[in-house]
């Protein structure tokens, strides 16, 4: 079955940098779009990072530009969120979300993790 497993979450210090993954399993990951989204305490989920099947395009949420990169490796089933420059207002559970070209609709998510920034 589809599985999304997302590690390297944990607390930092503002100003720092984490890197997430995504590990992906039970699809054909080139077929899938991926993104990250994330959901702080009291708010809605939002999108922070989405890369197509092949890698060819990303695109980032105002907040994160500049300071977050979206990537994949389609050898290896996994993809990445680099974090760096983080604030206090980045802490959420972070989610990876698979989307397979073709059906917008159907989308997997994986359990997310957690990241805290605070000193």
């Known amino acids: 079955q589809v599985q999304l497993v997302e590690s390297g979450g944990g607390l930092v210090q503002p100003g720092g940098s984490l890197r997430l993954s995504c590990a992906a399993s039970?699809?054909?990951?080139?077929?899938?779009?991926m993104s990250w989204y994330r959901q702080a305490p009291g708010k809605e989920r939002e999108l922070v990072a989405h890369?197509?099947?092949?890698?060819?395009?990303?695109t980032y949420a105002d907040s994160v530009k500049g300071r977050f990169t979206i990537s994949r490796d389609n050898a290896k089933n996994m993809v990445y969120l680099q974090m760096n420059s983080l604030r206090p207002e980045d802490t959420a559970v972070y989610y990876c979300?698979?989307?397979?070209?073709?059906?917008?609709?159907?989308?997997?998510w994986g359990q997310g993790t957690q990241v805290t920034v605070s000193s």
């Open positions: 979300k698979a989307t397979p070209v073709g059906f917008p609709g159907l989308n997997y």
């Open positions: 890369i197509t099947s092949t890698g060819g395009a990303r």
């Open positions: 039970g699809f054909t990951f080139r077929s899938y779009a």
